[in-house]
């Protein structure tokens, strides 16, 4: 039966040739459209983790949930001892400790509340590559009192590296304290929300700014971004239950948003197609099917049951489904490499000023649902011309030889 479907379907190569074309189309679209959304996801987390947030943070339990309301209630009180147990985990390149604090940023001619963090500066040069310094240089180690200001904080004050400003805050007891700071540089990150307020010290002045030794989190930095999960799990086992060990999908709500945004807009575009191409395919079947009416007229006279030319006719559609999704997975798969050789300049996302080149991720889960979606709009679309012609009565059929 297969064997007769392979000839009946290459009896007509131009009719077949078309269905084909139409199933490799939408295939080979489906790979396409799926790994740019793909890459957006890969873009968008790698900016996410290499600018903000790392790709894991260690806070004490409750941390995240309640730094609204009390946020020195959290702190962490010997880091240096989470930072020994991390450095020994499998795929982790750095842990670098952070303090985040609240106050304003005052250059004598004005003042902005600002969300600033103590950090350590060269680790988190090292860590932060998808900071773009837009005017003077990264912070050093050796830069005791400087300070990175968020582009939009700079251009509020109007401030440029050199200028002398004072951040003013409440130490960790509430009382008022205050340093001078000379910026270092400005900075630019993915989010201009974040560079709108955003400024960063040492964490050695931060921790004279506070008033204590402690600090907030510990951020993880490792080789590769797959390998989180494992990462998590395995710091979760080491560390006490007095700890939160939370990775960068969960830290931050803009990403996990984003892609639910996505995966639903690709998910119409996977129906669009599938309509497309099911709409395309039942009309060569109809054309194909109108024609050999006296054929199956034929067949029946000789025998053959309804329920055989309905399998025949729907065996050789599938037939089709899959020769064209195989053409429309090479198609999308050399397509996709060639666009991602060459590569796609992208402008700036919602909430950012930094474009970047995009590229079509090669991607099975991608691939697989494209392939399944080519080979069920080929049967569905012969499913109705199948079941109509299989019913026929034999002599009417006859009668169109």
Known sequence: MLKLAFRNIFRQWMRTSLTLLAIATGVGGLILSGGFVEDVFVQLGEATIHSQVGHLQIANAGRHAGKRSDPYKFMIDDPDRV???????????????????????????????????????????????????????????????????????????????????????????????????????????????????????????????????????????????????????????????????????????????????????FGILQLIVLVMVLLSVANTINMAIHDRIGEFGTMMALGNRAGFIFRMIVLESAVLGVIGAVLGVALGVVLAAAISFIGIPMPPPPNSSIGYTAAIQIRLSVIGTAFVIGVVAAIVAAVLPARRVSSVPVVEALRQN
């Not at 506070?210 to 907030?216: A, E, G, I, M, W």
């Not at 971004?225 to 494992?230: G, H, Q, V």
């Not at 080491?238 to 639910?260: C, G, H, I, N």
Request: hydrophobic fraction near 40%; charged fraction near 25%.
């Open 83 to 265: 930072t020994g147990v991390l450095d020994k985990l499998p795929h982790v390149l750095e842990t670098t400790q952070r303090i985040s604090f609240s106050g304003l940023v005052n250059n004598g001619r004005g003042e902005t509340p600002v969300l600033g963090e103590g950090v350590e500066p060269e680790k988190e040069a090292r860590l932060g590559t998808s900071v773009k310094i837009i005017a003077g240089r990264q912070m050093r180690d050796d830069d005791a009192y400087g300070v990175l200001l968020g582009q939009g904080v700079a251009e509020k004050l109007s401030l440029k590296p050199g200028d002398r400003v004072t951040i003013l805050l409440n130490t960790t007891t509430g009382a008022l304290n205050t340093l001078e700071f000379t910026v270092i540089g400005v900075f630019q990150s993915f989010s201009k929300d974040y560079d709108a307020r955003a400024v960063r010290i040492d964490i050695r002045a931060c921790k004279e700014l506070l008033d204590t030794p402690s600090v907030h989190s510990v951020v993880v930095l490792l080789d590769d971004t797959k390998a989180t999960d494992s990462v998590v799990a395995a710091a979760k086992g080491l560390l006490p239950a007095t700890f939160e060990v939370m990775p960068w999908y969960e830290l931050d709500d803009f990403y996990p948003k984003t892609v639910e945004l996505y995966r639903r807009q």
